[in-house]
């Protein structure tokens, strides 16, 4: 999701102790087979995501701003998009709120009187079909359960706002816990993937299996003027014992011809198993903003989540400074 908050350096990387594999359905909210539960056998730990993200905006002048009460299933894009203001100013107004924690019944003021929905932010009328991968999750050391799945962008336009629910069930198909994944960067160009993931807190459930189900998803908003454009070069890749892990160093540039500095950079790296499944991810944050033609180097470890990484492929995005 655009325009979110800065946050520390990023990175899932757990090791796999058991996991549930369910089959992806054919398209979203799809009920899927799901397979037996395996055992523990190690402790990875939880990941904790917190972005953030500072934005300053120039509100339109509003004595008495409208407030929004946030309704199941709905996101900062959908509520941004239903009155007509920008993530920036929504974000701007509400500097407290974690658009990963949104919850029912939390209020947020908008920014500027109610205006005409941006249609171009709203989904197209002919959806664009996206299947999920198998759900993996992983217990933790304090009862704790970690899951992840992957989103492949088969379109040729890039997406944004992705998101989806991550349902715990038991053995009858009745869910035991749900929580809402959403993409460690905020664009999907066209071909690649994202993985998704979230952390059920202990005591986690003691579910049969797990399922990924109604999966949001935007073509992407003027990406030009939000967006700066890189060039990722690889300097070395290292293969971990067993080849459990990866770590690979290089550096980003924000290309000569960018409109402008840089506002957050991301580097994420996903790592994919002998069949072509993502099996872990790990993001890297730009410790400094960065104008046209700066250079940054980065290293990234990522840590698969159970078969050998057989490749990793990176996927970078600088999100644009606001105009002064």
């Known amino acids: 999701m655009p325009a979110l908050r800065r946050w520390t350096t990023l990175g899932l990387l757990w090791t796999l102790a058991a996991c549930v594999e369910v089959a992806a359905p054919a398209s979203p909210g799809a009920t899927a087979t799901l397979l037996p539960w395996q055992p523990p056998t190690s402790t990875p730990s939880a990941p904790r995501l917190q972005p953030t993200q500072e934005a300053t905006v120039e509100l339109a002048p509003s004595p008495t701003p409208l407030t929004h009460i946030v309704q199941a299933r709905e996101t900062l894009l959908t509520i941004a998009a239903q009155y007509g203001v920008t993530l920036d100013a929504l974000l701007a107004l509400n500097p407290d709120v974690n658009p990963n924690l949104l919850s029912i019944g939390q209020a947020l003021l908008i920014p500027g009187p109610g205006g005409e929905p941006i249609t171009s932010l709203l989904p197209s009328a002919t959806p664009i079909p996206l299947d999920f991968a198998p759900v993996r999750c992983t217990p933790t050391a304090t009862g704790g359960l970690t899951c992840l799945t992957s989103v492949r962008n088969p379109s040729q336009e890039t997406l944004e706002g992705l998101s989806a ?55 992407a908003n003027q990406v030009e003027d ?17 080849a459990g892990s990866w770590t690979v160093r290089g550096t980003v540039q924000v290309r000569s011809d960018a409109g402008g500095p840089t506002a957050r950079l991301l580097v994420m790296a996903v790592a994919f198993g002998a069949q072509d499944e993502v099996v872990g991810y790990a993001v890297w944050e730009s410790p400094e903003a960065l104008g046209p033609g700066e250079t940054v180097h980065f290293v990234i470890t990522v840590v698969s989540l159970g078969s050998p990484i057989e490749r990793v492929r990176l996927l970078a995005e600088a999100l644009a400074a606001p105009s002064p």
């Not at 993409?183 to 059920?200: C, H, R």
């Not at 967006?227 to 990722?232: A, E, K, S, V």
């Open 226 to 242: 939000r967006f700066r454009p890189l060039t990722i070069e690889t300097d070395d890749e290292t293969r971990g014992a067993h």
């Open 165 to 219: 629910r991550i349902e715990l069930v038991d053995s009858e198909d009745k869910v035991l816990a749900s929580a809402d994944a959403f993409a460690p960067l905020n664009l999907l160009p066209a071909g690649e993937v994202m993985p998704l993931a979230v952390y059920f807190p202990p005591p986690a459930p003691a579910a049969s299996g797990a399922r990924a189900v109604d999966l949001d998803a935007f073509p």
